[in-house]
């Protein structure tokens, strides 16, 4: 069971790696909630999963994202995870920088009745902005 539940956490990964949003419909619940520190709302449902990872995809073409370790229990999925890319398009206001950048982090996500019904993920955000130049690195 726990395999299973690992193997949907990985076509989450894939959606975002890959840019194929049809992979969204076989495996969010239409009650989906997405809890992401960055953001001042959560995210709802199937179409705001894929508008989220669209959104990803329109600022870094080349998104990469490698599973570095997943942990399952109960309806439970943790997956640790690396992205990777170039910030071609505008992310959430920042205009394209051509930097490459890389930045890591957890998400925590519960799986019923084979579809993810809720996520919560934790990511290095302040390091990608640095990155990117949008804030000063630390002296």
Do not use: C, N
Not at 17 to 29: C, L, N, P, V
Not at 85 to 97: K, N, R, S, V
Request: glycine share 10%; hydrophobic share 35%.
């Amino acid at each position: 069971m726990s395999e299973d539940l690992k193997a949907i956490a990985r076509r989450e990964v894939e959606m975002f790696s890959t840019g194929d949003f049809s992979i969204a419909a076989e495996i969010y619940s239409e009650d989906y909630v997405a809890h992401d520190p960055t953001k001042p709302e959560p995210i709802r449902g199937i179409e705001g999963a894929k508008e989220e990872a669209a959104g990803y995809r329109a600022a870094f073409p080349d998104l990469q994202l490698t599973i570095e370790q997943q942990v399952a229990e109960g309806e439970y999925v943790v997956t640790r995870w690396t992205a990777r890319g170039t910030h071609e398009g505008d992310l959430e206001g920042l205009a394209p920088t051509g930097r490459s950048a890389t930045t890591s982090g957890i998400s925590v996500t519960r799986i019923v009745d084979g579809k993810i019904v809720e996520d919560h993920t934790e990511w290095d955000a302040l390091g990608l902005m640095t990155q990117l130049g949008a804030i000063p690195a630390p002296a």
